[in-house]
Structure formats: structure tokens, C-alpha cells
């Protein structure tokens, strides 16, 4: 079975720093898609950033990239120049190819302080 | 604006009723989940749908029960059977995007049960 890990579930950083999530994977297949997840205050979950597994090359949104080390099954999520608007529960999430069910991690409970 | 509608978004229940959650698309999506958030845990799969009349059970179906007579529904009953129903309640569609299945969620239910 695929589990996925967040060990942190509590970080806090000051507005304009950077921050990292972790998460770490368990899998036995080669393809696979990883993604991270945003649920704000409103609990509505939002995309942020998805990687392919065969992609050697970190995948990158704006203020947001990964650090994605398949060897090491592991997964983080950087969050540079961070705002008030960051403040959310972060999901990594795991699916494997031509599956149908993500499996998320716990979450990471992010608060940036003013 | 093409999305996910959940409704009601707060619902109360007394022990041993049987209530059902509303979840509509107009994204033309041929999947949808539920999934159930409780603090700590993440979010777990309780159903899912590839395409109409037809559906599987995730991880934690015992007591819940759905049904898929439109793309565009995919309600969920929580029975009776269910022994801890109180929980935040999130409806999921997705279209696959390069072979990875991007969720697009509803803003959630909450169930309390009294």
C-alpha cells in the first residue's frame, strides 16, 4: 500500500521568509504523480503544484517549487517570499500511474506571522 | 463559472438518521470522490466514480452509501451504520491532465451528529 508522510505538523515563519514542507512517499511503482494541496481558512483545497515522477527537473509555480529526490522517496515544498495569504493546511498527495485513488499525507499546518 | 457545488454546507443529525450530502458539477468531469477530513488525519477516500451508474468503494465505506444516475450528481448517504459520522465532507471531480488525475474540490459539509 501507498502511504504518504508529513512529519511536521505544525510550522510557523515570519512574512517574507522562506519555508519548506516536508513529505516523504512509500511506493513500489516507477510512475507516479505527486502534488501539493492548499486548504486556507475556508477549507476550500486548492492545487498548487504538481511533479511527474519520470521529470528529473523540480517543477515550479510563481513563489512555490519542489525539491523532488525519487531515490529518497521525498517530496518538499518550498514556499519563498511567503504572505499572510499562505497561511493554510498543506496536503501532499500521491497517485500512482493510471490509478484512480490519491492517497494525501496528514497535512502541515502553516502560519505565516506578520 | 464552471465548479463544484456541496450542500448544505453545515448539517446537524440525530443518532440513527440517515442523511445525504449534495455534491454537483458543471466542469463535465468524468470522475468524482468523497473524501473525509478529520483533524489530525488528513483526508480519506470513501467512494468514488469513474463514470455513470458505476462506482467503488475507497478506504473507509463502511456505512456511507452513494449513487451516480448523473454525471453531474454524486450524492452520499451517511446511514445509520455509520459509528462516528461527525466530520468535514469533501466532494471531488477530476479530468486527467497529462495522465494524472488533477482534483477540483467543493468548499465542503460539515456533519455534526447531536
Known amino acids: 500500500a501507498q502511504t504518504v508522510t508529513q512529519s511536521q505538523p505544525e510550522m510557523s515563519v515570519q512574512e517574507a521568509e522562506t519555508v519548506t514542507l516536508s513529505c516523504t512517499y512509500d511506493?513500489?511503482?516507477?510512475?507516479?504523480?505527486l502534488f501539493w494541496y492548499k486548504q486556507p481558512p475556508s477549507r476550500q483545497m486548492i492545487l498548487v503544484i504538481r511533479?511527474?515522477?519520470?521529470?528529473?527537473q523540480n517543477a515550479t509555480e510563481n513563489r512555490f517549487s519542489v525539491n523532488f529526490q525519487k531515490a529518497a522517496k521525498s517530496f518538499s515544498l518550498k514556499i519563498s517570499d511567503s504572505q499572510l495569504g499562505d497561511t493554510a493546511m498543506y496536503f501532499c498527495?500521491?497517485?500512482?500511474?493510471?490509478?484512480?485513488?490519491?492517497?494525501f499525507g496528514t497535512g502541515t499546518r502553516l502560519t505565516i506571522i506578520p | 463559472d464552471g465548479g463544484i457545488t456541496q450542500s448544505p454546507k453545515y448539517l446537524f443529525r440525530k443518532e440513527g438518521q440517515n442523511v445525504t450530502l449534495s455534491c454537483e458539477q458543471n466542469?463535465?468531469?468524468?470522475?468524482m470522490y468523497w473524501y473525509r477530513q478529520d483533524p489530525g488525519q488528513g483526508l480519506r477516500l470513501i467512494y468514488y466514480s469513474q463514470i455513470v451508474n458505476d462506482f467503488q468503494k475507497g478506504d473507509i465505506a463502511e456505512g456511507y452509501s452513494v449513487s451516480r444516475e448523473k454525471k453531474e450528481s454524486f450524492p452520499l448517504t451517511v446511514t445509520s451504520a455509520q459509528k462516528n459520522p461527525t466530520a468535514f465532507y469533501l466532494c471531488a471531480s477530476s479530468i486527467n491532465r497529462g495522465g494524472a488525475n488533477v482534483l477540483t474540490f467543493g468548499a465542503g459539509s460539515r456533519l455534526t451528529v447531536l
Open positions: 511533479q511527474e515522477a519520470y521529470k528529473q
Open positions: 511506493t513500489s511503482e516507477n510512475n507516479y504523480y
Open positions: 466542469l463535465n468531469h468524468d470522475a
Open positions: 498527495a500521491f497517485i500512482n500511474f493510471g490509478n484512480e485513488k490519491l492517497t
